[in-house]
């Protein structure tokens, strides 16, 4: 049975790289996740305190709490992401200044 690192073809990325950037055509449902989800859990939780006694009340202020969570915890991912693609310019930056000497424009 051939190895299947010999048979890859050479456009493909190496094993372990990072995926290919997301399509414009995938960026609804990025949006459905990141924003989607939290909203319909938030609505669902205010729905829950208005059409319920005093216990619902309590219930539904935990749901809308866990819709925010959703929220605050897709928003602190995105934040890492950013802070990575960051770090990556700037290492791309020094090695371009190690090479020519000077620091790249833009």
């Known amino acids: 049975m051939p190895d299947a690192r010999l048979s890859a073809s050479p456009d493909a990325p190496p094993p372990g790289s990072p995926p290919e950037p997301t399509p414009k055509r995938a960026a609804w449902l990025l949006d459905a996740v990141r924003y989607g989800i939290p909203s319909i859990v938030v609505f ?4 829950v ?3 319920g006694d005093e216990n619902h009340l309590e219930g539904g202020a935990g749901i809308v709490s866990a819709g925010l969570a959703i929220f605050f915890v897709n928003w602190l991912f ?5 802070g990575d693609r960051e770090r990556d310019a700037e290492e791309a930056a020094r090695e371009y200044f190690d090479r020519h000497g000077r620091w790249p424009n833009g």
């Open 44 to 47: 669902g939780g205010i729905v």
């Open 49 to 51: 305190m208005a059409f």
């Open 78 to 82: 995105r934040t890492g992401v950013d």
